[in-house]
Nanobody, 122 residues
Framework: QVQLVESGGGLVQAGGSLRLSCAAS????????KGWFRQAPGKEREFVAA????????DYADSVKGRFTISRDNAKNTVHLQMNSLKPEDTAVYYC???????????????WGQGTQVTVSS
């Protein structure tokens, strides 16, 4: 069964940094666009960042621009989300997802990980 497995979440103080990683079990996933989403308690899941299959294009939610950086290593079939200058409002469960396309987008994701908790204390 194909899996996306996130890691790197945890508890951090405001202003701190975390680096999330997502490993895909299927080698074929390495060519597809990937994205990060998050869901805070009582809120809907929202788009955070996306990266194209080649890694040449990226997209970010306005709320994280300039603070978060998405990257990928296709040789290792992994995607990362570097999160700097974290704020309490970044607290959420973060999900990695595979898009059914090589290009970036905020919709059209067909495989999802189980999520990793990020908690930012004030």
């Amino acid at each position: 069964q194909v899996q996306l497995v996130e890691s790197g979440g945890g508890l951090v103080q405001a202003g701190g940094s975390l680096r999330l990683s997502c490993a895909a079990s299927a080698r074929a996933f390495s060519v597809y666009a990937k994205g990060w989403f998050r869901q805070a308690p009582g809120k809907e899941r929202e788009f955070v960042a996306a990266i194209s299959g080649s890694g040449g294009s990226t997209d970010y939610a306005d709320s994280v621009k300039g603070r978060f950086t998405i990257s990928r290593d296709n040789a290792k079939n992994t995607v990362h989300l570097q999160m700097n200058s974290l704020k309490p409002e970044d607290t959420a469960v973060y999900y990695c997802a595979k898009r059914n396309s090589l290009s970036i987008g905020q919709a059209g994701y067909d495989y999802w990980g189980q999520g990793t908790q990020v908690t930012v204390s004030s």
